[in-house]
């Protein structure tokens, strides 16, 4: 592939990486009401995520996601919706091949972790960025 194709392969993939996020955060926003204290702490999760994923690992990042999800709550959404991104066609080169985030990632190889890191990373990043323009905060 030559440089013009792989720059084309980029941009496509950040687009359908903000495209998801920007679906992920409407679909909040609809879910928990746009005046919800759920919805300013599904916000204050998303800014909160990449420092535990870079601090922590991705591992003990989705365990605590994991452990915090109750009924329907910020934390159950995101983790809901970080599956779905891993079994849709927006990744690169990764589908998550079972229903549970976490113990499908701690089965990856090195390779395809840090993969998963780092496109889990550029995912939430996008999220963040359209729950701070979308989600009024206090």
């Given at each position: ?124 990043n996008?999220?963040?960025r ?8 206090d």
């Amino acid at each position: 592939m030559n440089i013009q194709g792989e720059i084309k392969l980029l941009e496509d993939l950040e687009r359908s990486r903000a495209n998801f996020a920007y679906k992920c955060v409407k679909e909040a926003i609809g879910k928990f009401g746009e005046k919800s204290e759920t919805l300013k702490e599904y916000r204050s999760y998303l800014r909160k995520i990449p420092s535990m994923v870079l601090n922590n690992g991705l591992g003990q990042t989705l365990a605590f996601i994991k452990s915090k999800s109750k009924g329907g709550n910020a934390y159950d959404t995101i983790q809901k919706q970080l599956t779905n991104y891993f079994k849709s066609h927006s990744p690169a080169r990764i589908r998550i091949t079972q229903d549970d985030i976490l113990l499908w990632a701690i089965s990856l190889s090195s390779e395809d972790y840090r993969f998963v890191t780092e496109e889990l990373l550029s995912l939430i990043n996008w999220m963040k960025r359209f729950a701070e323009g979308m989600i009024e905060s206090d």
